[in-house]
């Protein structure tokens, strides 16, 4: 009896490794991954302008809040990485237009990985058409806080972002031909949900 006994937990054992083995070796062991696609979704207020009440600057002050899409192409993913290839801006009656990238650090949350922060910035070109039949092209950079949750298609999750754009001309051109003077910077605060597919590094 003592024997048998012992000869089942033999079995037992080799059965359970060689379970385990198999179903590691079925698991994708997957350093480099990628969110193929993925999209933002959200709202922001921006700053731009603030103050000024002139009738000769057109009503150029920009405090408003804005909608917020972004496309997301090709997401690369490292264990504590991550690198957004192509960042599409394709919303022109929103009042940008532009494209860009973003990367950052991945911070996880759980052993498993399944929840994590991601820390990063964004550089972007957008053209940012006003009110006053008037548009400049600037550089945006981003600095960017999220939470996302990593699922067996790709990820879901929220993000806060400070937007700050930089445009390339110090005057704009009014719709009767008058020129008003264009600040420095644009700033904002925005929220956003983001959903992306594609595998996940684990």
């Not at 991550?82 to 990367?103: C, D, K, N, Q």
């Not at 996880?108 to 058409?129: K, N, Q, V, Y």
């Amino acid at each position: 009896m003592k024997r048998l006994l012992v000869s089942l937990n033999i079995l037992l054992l080799v059965t359970t490794t060689a379970t385990i083995a198999s179903a590691q070796e079925e698991e994708p062991r997957c350093e480099r991954c990628i969110e193929w696609f993925g999209m933002q979704l959200g709202m922001g207020w921006n700053w731009f302008n603030v103050g000024r009440q002139d009738p000769d600057d057109y009503g150029l002050e920009v405090d408003r809040a804005v909608p917020r899409t972004d496309i997301l192409i090709a997401t690369l993913q490292w264990p504590s990485a991550y690198l957004t290839v192509l960042e599409l801006h394709p919303f022109f009656f929103l009042g940008y237009l532009g494209a860009g990238t973003r990367a950052g650090v991945r911070l996880p949350l759980t052993t498993d990985r399944h929840h994590e922060l991601r820390i990063g910035a964004g550089a972007s070109a957008d053209f940012f058409l006003y009110h006053i039949n008037a548009f400049t092209m600037s550089l945006t950079l981003s600095p960017h806080l999220q939470y996302v949750h990593q699922t067996e298609l790709g990820s879901v999750g929220v993000g806060f972002e400070v937007p700050l754009s930089f445009p390339f001309k110090e005057e704009l051109i009014g719709g009767d031909g008058h020129s008003v003077e264009v600040d420095p910077m644009m700033t904002g605060v925005h929220l956003y949900f983001r959903f992306t597919v594609g595998r996940t590094a684990r």
